[in-house]
């Protein structure tokens, strides 16, 4: 699994890996008008009963660059994990980091001034269900910080019952974007020029201990950023001065440690003026029943696989990410867009794992914690439409043999 974000740390089975290669020292703080002020919010507080350690759940965080005119640097992660209970929960140590008994240390990278980087710690399940201890995380910036109060939070960690936990991620919109589950590694990102258009690398996770049947998504981009390519039968809005979709796949069938993801590309608009524009916001909920025709025989959730089934852990089904742009190239020619949206959705399963010394890394993609209200009130606005969302099973593709013991 991952911790961190942005600075090149790769998704190792659920989440994204550090890539990062040894840590920078936290240098004294500067004066105050050159310190950044960093906010640590936790996201995710649940586990799911049964949660194998080679599909551990990124815990997420976010880490909040509460200055707009000053970027942190060389931000660095610190976990605890002695207040855990390892008789229900255990840990994999991200590839990269530094472990000192109890006590992990991981370089998350710079974090311009304004924005907000998501990270995941890896746990699963080790025993039953209850109170699983708490889990020790702070932050430090080589920049310094004026307000340490909020860089540091302890989270009580709990196991629930079996059931699947979608968990959401999205990259940054930026030039040289791999799509490859908003995994985060790439060493060449870029601002994107005006009126350029690129992928929307996204994906939502089941990280739980069964299988998710049926998803329902919504994606909303910064304002000056437009949808150029999208799903079939998704309903596209604009609220509040932002391009929504709203899509739902009845027929989707993501197992542990699969996520699901569709064809998404966006145009950064030729007026743009700022070099960050903030905020996009994917949400994704479960369906708990299967409809349509999957690319596997689908299964009709009884009544009391439906009550299993439940959701594991809400509050991490949301993510945030921003639009980085090159105001100093000449706006790009916006080509004429097609009528026809192509995107396919797919659920791609994912390796992870690794143990005490950790092949996993920490989770990273740029996205922010807090549930935005405008989430709430753009599905409230798509109402009835959202009923008319088509139900045709689209592809879908799994790993035959990937959930075994956890059906």
Same mark, same amino acid.
């Given at each position: !699994?991952?911790?961190?974000?942005?600075?090149?740390?790769?998704?190792?089975?659920? &989440?994204?890996?550090?890539?990062?290669?040894?840590?920078?020292? &936290? +240098?004294?703080?500067?004066?105050?008008?050159?310190?950044?002020?960093?906010?640590?919010?936790?996201?995710?507080?649940?586990?799911?009963?049964?949660?194998?350690?080679?599909?551990?759940?990124?815990?997420?965080?976010?880490?909040?660059?509460?200055?707009? +005119?000053?970027? +942190?640097?060389?931000?660095?992660?610190? &976990?605890?994990?002695?207040?855990?209970?390892?008789?229900?929960?255990?840990?994999?140590?991200?590839?990269?980091? /530094?472990?000192?008994?109890?006590?992990?240390?991981?370089?998350?990278?710079?974090? #311009?001034?304004?924005? %907000?980087?998501?990270?995941?710690?890896?746990?699963?399940?080790?025993?039953?269900?209850?109170?699983?201890?708490?889990?020790?995380?702070?932050?430090? %910036?080589?920049?310094?910080?004026?307000?340490?109060?909020?860089?540091?939070?302890?989270?009580?960690?709990?196991?629930?019952?079996?059931?699947?936990?979608?968990?959401?991620?999205?990259? /940054?919109?930026?030039?040289?974007?791999? =799509?490859?589950?908003?995994?985060?590694?790439?060493?060449?990102?870029?601002?994107?020029?005006?009126?350029?258009?690129?992928?929307?690398?996204?994906?939502?996770?089941?990280?739980?201990?069964?299988?998710?049947?049926?998803?329902?998504?919504?994606?909303?981009?910064?304002?000056?950023? #437009?949808?150029?390519?999208?799903?079939?039968?998704?309903?596209?809005?604009?609220?509040?001065?932002? +391009?929504?979709?709203?899509?739902?796949?009845?027929?989707?069938?993501?197992?542990?440690?699969?996520?699901?993801?569709?064809? &998404?590309?966006?145009?950064?608009?030729? /007026? =743009?003026?700022?070099?960050?524009?903030?905020?996009?916001?994917?949400?994704?909920?479960?369906?708990?029943?299967?409809?349509?025709?999957?690319?596997?025989?689908?299964?009709?959730?009884?009544?009391?696989?439906?009550?299993?089934?439940?959701?594991?852990?809400?509050? /991490?089904?949301?993510?945030?990410?921003?639009?980085?742009?090159?105001?100093?190239?000449?706006?790009?020619?916006?080509?004429?867009?097609?009528?026809?949206?192509?995107?396919?959705?797919?659920?791609?399963?994912?390796?992870?794992?690794?143990?005490?010394?950790?092949?996993?890394?920490?989770?990273?993609?740029?996205?922010?914690?807090?549930?935005?209200?405008?989430?709430?009130?753009?599905?409230?606005?798509?109402?009835?439409?959202?009923? !008319?969302? %088509?139900?045709?099973?689209?592809?879908?593709?799994?790993?035959?043999?990937?959930?075994?013991?956890?059906?």
């Amino acid at each position: !699994m991952t911790l961190l974000h942005r600075s090149a740390l790769a998704r190792a089975g659920a &989440v994204v890996l550090l890539a990062a290669g040894g840590l920078a020292t &936290v +240098a004294a703080p500067a004066h105050a008008a050159d310190q950044a002020d960093l906010e640590l919010a936790p996201v995710s507080s649940q586990l799911a009963k049964g949660v194998k350690e080679a599909k551990a759940k990124p815990f997420k965080f976010a880490v909040h660059n509460l200055t707009p +005119a000053v970027d +942190a640097k060389a931000v660095v992660v610190t &976990v605890d994990t002695a207040g855990l209970n390892p008789k229900k929960v255990g840990f994999v140590t991200p590839a990269g980091c /530094d472990l000192k008994g109890t006590v992990f240390t991981c370089l998350l990278g710079d974090l #311009r001034g304004g924005t %907000s980087e998501d990270f995941g710690i890896p746990l699963f399940s080790t025993g039953g269900r209850g109170k699983a201890g708490t889990l020790d995380v702070s932050i430090s %910036s080589a920049t310094g910080d004026p307000d340490k109060d909020n860089n540091q939070a302890d989270v009580d960690v709990r196991v629930t019952r079996v059931g699947y936990d979608l968990t959401a991620w999205v990259q /940054d919109v930026q030039a040289n974007v791999v =799509v490859d589950g908003a995994a985060g590694d790439e060493p060449d990102l870029k601002p994107v020029p005006r009126g350029a258009t690129v992928p929307l690398d996204w994906a939502v996770y089941n990280d739980g201990s069964r299988r998710a049947t049926g998803i329902f998504y919504g994606l909303t981009l910064p304002a000056g950023v #437009r949808f150029a390519q999208k799903p079939e039968g998704c309903i596209e809005q604009e609220f509040q001065g932002k +391009a929504q979709l709203f899509c739902e796949d009845a027929g989707a069938v993501v197992k542990p440690g699969q996520y699901y993801t569709a064809d &998404v590309q966006v145009t950064v608009g030729e /007026d =743009v003026t700022q070099p960050v524009l903030r905020e996009g916001d994917l949400f994704a909920v479960g369906l708990d029943g299967v409809e349509g025709q999957p690319e596997e025989e689908p299964e009709v959730a009884t009544q009391a696989q439906r009550k299993a089934f439940t959701e594991a852990d809400e509050l /991490d089904n949301h993510t945030t990410f921003e639009a980085f742009v090159d105001l100093s190239a000449q706006p790009t020619p916006t080509p004429t867009p097609t009528a026809t949206p192509s995107g396919q959705p797919t659920a791609t399963p994912t390796s992870g794992g690794g143990s005490g010394g950790g092949d996993g890394g920490l989770p990273v993609t740029g996205v922010q914690v807090g549930v935005i209200g405008g989430i709430g009130a753009g599905v409230l606005l798509a109402g009835g439409a959202l009923l !008319m969302l %088509s139900r045709r099973r689209k592809v879908v593709l799994v790993a035959p043999g990937d959930e075994k013991s956890e059906n």
